[in-house]
């Protein structure tokens, strides 16, 4: 016996197969261990899977054949192929009987006993070679009491049949064991399964231990560890979704006779099959939804089907926070298109009103606040008629080399930006810009009777909420989530972090969809004459720089002295809260043609529409006018009424009052209330000598506290650390 069986090519291909041993197969609940015990055994399936090794071997490639262009699939296989043999010895130590793994004369049958595991789960996943399978035999066969190979294919198919039996249970009840189930299952149908010769199955029970869950979840874990190791892309949704693929596949082919008219080898099989939807789950918080899923040639259709609709409004709670609907992870390039019945929504409203819609394709997450969404108001254009209305939500994720791509682009403009005005663009000092989560692109579409009539981009006045997985971590005062134009430059968004699992996750909130690309991004800016101390407002100035909220000179210096004007003020806070730009001018101030440089991308007339800025009493506005302090309160506290800003009014310390400031009349009555609000908040305070100084200019580096504060309270950003 080889003292690592497992380095030969053959192991390394049944390694692949381990996949199926997951956390992330669990929970899509494919499998339970509790039932594989008391399984019986079918004698439907079509025997030819095992009636030789080169039938195995075909019967495996029918089944990979079809899922190999799956990115998922082929990157976890991939990673599999470099796990050594030492570090798969680590994998399966856990699992193993203690007095096998304390016993150096039991080592054969611990390697053998491993390796029968991989080779068992890797027909399902990763293809093999008839000479694969006959090297396994002839490197094991002395560990299985001199087994041949008609007991190693009858033992198997004798295992199949009841992993097969105990998948179509899952597929069909309401179960969501949140434990290794399916890691579980697969090594106790070994353990269950008849065995004719008495030469295999005896072996696996002297050697794989299941009575302690926790050494279960270690092995998984370590299995999990080993893949990332290999390729640290390979995430949670990436093995769920390979998984997903591969039963799709290997249930399409399960009860097929032997193909080709009996010749047994069969061709490359058919594509992926349809995965059917699952009964919905209820969940710490709300509902898990699996729809089906339909594997097309340029997209991934989603459909949640009629009798499944009525099992959600049936199934959710009254109480819920979330309905969350589960979707491909699709990293290949190819879109994953959910249609999503209005009428399902309008149901899911009616009986849960907090609940939020979230899709949650893995590292991607689109939630939809539906309590603030007027779904009558979307129908009104069609007649009003909500059950012949689809949301078509479209997430396209870039590939790895897209990604790569945009990272580039990014990093060009941001070079060429020296070169634009002081009032458009940054000409700061960046360190390189990175982008740290996935890059997707979200359309959302509104169909009709399967067709598309138009394209929303907006739910209302209202943040829709997007939750990218950060690629390791990230410093959130510097990092931020933004749009990606065609031409490489950004919009920032407002953007707050959490932990998810242990991982950072930015919830990064638009008001419209943008043709644009959404991801993440963390640089580093300063500048001379504000770093290392030279201005008493350093963190706010560099963080919000960080973020491309605001912006220093051509000269590369932020000049903190200066005093700013009414409308780079008005622009800079449209441009924090990510109001979507217009050009769209009415003409109310006299002194605004609306073509004039602070509109050059809309943000000065997105701060009129949506009624942050006021002109002056006699009709016009004072662009260039220098922006006072009780002005630029008055800003800020009619954006904190905004009806998508979520401002906790509790915030507001009432013991504040304006006869705090021994100025307090001079503080005009136009701009009181919004003073008070934002000096209760915490916003603006007043000078050392306490007046407010309501007529003061207010100088760059004021602006940034202000801003940074208000981003702050506002729940639009964290806390500066």
Do not use: C
């Amino acid at each position: 016996m080889k003292k690592y069986p497992f380095s030969t090519k053959a192991a390394k291909a049944m390694i692949a197969a381990t996949i199926a041993f997951t956390p992330i197969a669990t929970t899509a609940g494919l499998f339970g261990a509790d039932k594989a015990e008391a399984a019986t055994v079918l004698k439907t399936q079509a025997d030819w899977h095992f009636d030789s090794t080169k039938n195995v071997a075909d019967y495996s490639n029918a089944i990979y054949n079809g899922i190999k262009t799956n990115s998922d699939v082929a990157k976890v296989s991939a990673a599999l192929d470099q796990i050594t043999p030492q570090e798969w010895y680590t994998i399966v130590s856990p699992i193993l009987e203690p007095g096998v793994k304390a016993d150096p004369n039991k080592t054969a049958e611990v390697q053998a006993a491993a390796i029968l595991l991989k080779s068992y789960i890797g027909i399902y996943l990763q293809g093999l070679d008839e000479s694969e399978i006959n090297e396994f035999i002839n490197d094991t066969s002395l560990n299985f009491s001199n087994a041949v190979p008609a007991d190693y294919l009858s033992y198997l198919e004798n295992a199949e049949e009841q992993l097969y039996e105990e998948y179509k249970i899952q597929t069909t009840d309401n179960e969501n064991d949140t434990a290794f189930e399916l890691y579980t299952s697969a090594v106790q149908s070994l353990k269950s399964a008849v065995d004719e010769s008495g030469k295999i199955k005896g072996k696996i029970q002297e050697t794989i231990y299941l009575g302690d869950g926790q050494k279960v979840n270690d092995s998984a874990l370590a299995f999990l560890t080993a893949l990332h190791s290999k390729d640290s892309t390979i995430k949670i949704s990436t093995l769920r979704n390979a998984t997903l693929t591969a039963a799709g596949q290997w249930d399409s082919l399960y009860d097929q006779t032997n193909p080709n008219n009996g010749n047994p080898n069969p061709g490359p099989g058919p594509g992926p099959g349809p995965i059917p939807g699952k009964d919905p789950i209820i969940i710490d918080g709300g509902l898990l939804v699996t729809p089906g899923v339909t594997e097309g040639s340029t997209e991934v259709l989603v459909t949640i089907p009629t009798d499944l609709q009525g099992k959600i409004s049936t199934t959710l709670p009254t109480d819920a926070e979330a309905v969350v609907i589960e979707v491909p992870n699709r990293e290949d390039g190819k879109p994953v298109v959910l249609d999503l019945p209005a009428s399902l929504a309008a149901a899911i409203k009616a009986k849960a009103p907090a609940a939020d819609i979230v899709i949650n394709a893995g590292d991607v997450r689109y939630v939809i606040p539906l309590s603030q969404v007027d779904l009558t108001a979307l129908a009104a254009g069609l007649g009003g008629n909500l059950s012949a209305l689809t949301l078509r939500i479209n997430i396209d994720q870039l590939t790895d080399a897209e990604t790569t791509s945009l990272e580039d682009l990014i990093q060009a403009k941001a070079a060429g930006a020296s070169a634009a005005s002081s009032e458009t663009k940054a000409a700061a000092i960046v360190s390189d810009i990175e982008v740290k989560a996935p890059a997707v692109k979200v359309k959302v579409e509104l169909a009709q009777n399967g067709t598309v009539l138009s394209e929303l981009k907006s739910f209302g006045n209202v943040y829709v909420n997007q939750e990218l997985t950060i690629d390791g971590s990230v410093n959130t005062n510097n990092a931020t989530g933004v749009v990606v134009a065609a031409d490489g430059s950004l919009k920032a968004l407002p953007t707050t972090f959490k932990t998810v699992d242990n991982k950072q996750v930015a919830v990064v909130g638009t008001l419209a969809n943008s043709n644009g690309t959404y991801t993440v991004i963390e640089s580093s800016v300063t500048f001379p004459d504000v770093d290392n101390g030279e201005n008493w407002a350093e963190k706010y100035i560099e963080t919000l720089s960080s973020k491309f909220i605001i912006a220093g000179t051509t000269a590369g210096t932020y000049k903190p002295d200066q005093d700013m004007t009414r409308s780079q003020f008005a622009v800079l806070l449209s441009r924090a809260l990510g109001l979507p730009g217009t050009t769209a001018y009415d003409g109310r101030f006299k002194d605004v043609k609306g073509n004039e440089w602070f509109n050059a991308n809309g943000e000065f007339m997105a701060a009129v529409k949506y009624g942050i800025i006021a002109g002056k009493p006699n009709g016009t506005f004072a662009p260039d006018d220098k922006v006072t302090r009780a002005e630029a309160a008055a800003m800020i506290g009619r954006a904190l009424e905004l009806d998508f800003i979520d401002f906790d009014e509790s915030q507001l310390n009432k013991n504040k009052k304006l006869t705090d400031f021994k100025d307090v009349k001079e503080i005009g009555a136009s701009t009181r209330e919004e003073v008070l609000k934002v000096y209760q908040a915490g916003i603006m305070e007043g000078a050392g000598n306490k007046e407010f100084n309501p007529n003061d200019n207010t100088k760059r580096d004021q602006m940034a506290k202000i801003l940074a504060e208000f981003l702050i309270k506002a729940d639009l950003m964290d806390n500066i650390k």
